[in-house]
């Protein structure tokens, strides 16, 4: 296999390619840069499948419409011994799919690999990035490294109001995510369990899934009804802290003080590992402050 790889990557990496027969070269990749383009026409002049460490380098390519004869995106700082010592893992992982690049967006991380064609137009999530229930999308599509388009519609303009709107979510509500075939849905915490299926976010144990889920549920119901309103009260209707509702800050403190109990000497909500529960409960604590909380 002819490829071509970010320069980022250790020498060891290339000795490991090198040693399974591929005919390795080396480039610069910064990503979303003229540079991009260059290497891009310089690997499918040649007939070589790029390989990087850019998680973004994917979306450029079905965002601009440029070709490319394939690309693989290693997660490389996901190998907990780092990228040199996890050379040969990366390039057994590579190599066992030597036969099925071309034509394909791969990327690696340690314990999975997925494609998707290039010629596959892109998922299409309707948000606003000042939303954390939006944000959730973002956060997980990105540590995937789903490709997608965004598109900004604001609630607070009314725009989820529309007919154009309604048509995709009759409820009126953000985020919505949008596929190839037409099909959509909406609710964030069903989006990421969707997107996050088969990544280390959703564990296959079903007990483990099931926990996931009574936070992600306990988040819509006793959390974001309190931290996420008050917010937006404070935020952005312009009210002083001392206007919140006391009932509301009460069981907004309350959620929290959950939280920080669970958390106390463990870095995740469930098990070992980060999953879409931390992402979901990450959203609106992240901004609790601007609702008078103090964190």
Known sequence: ML???????????MRALEKRGHDVT??????????????LA?????GRVVV?????????????GLTAVGVVVVHASEYPDGINESAEQIADQIDLLRDNLSGFLTTILPDRVR?????????????????????????????????YTWITVSALSGETKSQAFLQRNPMGQIPVIEFDDGRHFAQSNAIIRYLARGSALLPDDAFTQAKIDEWMYWEQYS?????AVCRFHMHYQGKPKEAR????????????????????????LVGDTFTVADVSLFAYTRVAHEGGFDL
């Not at 490829?3 to 990496?13: A, G, H, R, T, Y």
């Not at 310089?42 to 040649?46: D, G, N, R």
């Not at 990087?52 to 601009?64: A, K, P, Q």
């Not at 959390?223 to 931290?227: D, G």
């Open 3 to 13: 490829l071509l790889v970010d320069e980022c990557f250790p020498k060891s990496f």
């Open 42 to 46: 310089k690997a499918t002049s040649e």
């Open 115 to 147: 494609q998707r064609l290039l010629s596959a137009p892109l998922m299409k999530i309707y948000g606003d990035t000042s939303s954390g229930n939006c944000l959730k999308i973002k956060c997980v599509a990105d540590h995937l490294g789903l490709p």
């Open 223 to 227: 959390h974001e009804p309190y931290i």
């Open 245 to 268: 509702e006391a009932w509301r800050v009460e069981r907004g403190e309350k959620a929290l003080d959950l939280m920080e109990s669970q958390l106390a000497g463990r870095p995740y």
């Open 52 to 64: 990087t460490e850019d998680r973004d380098f994917g979306t450029l390519i079905y965002r601009d």
């Open 26 to 39: 080396w480039a610069t990749i910064v990503c979303r840069s003229a540079i991009d383009e260059v290497v």
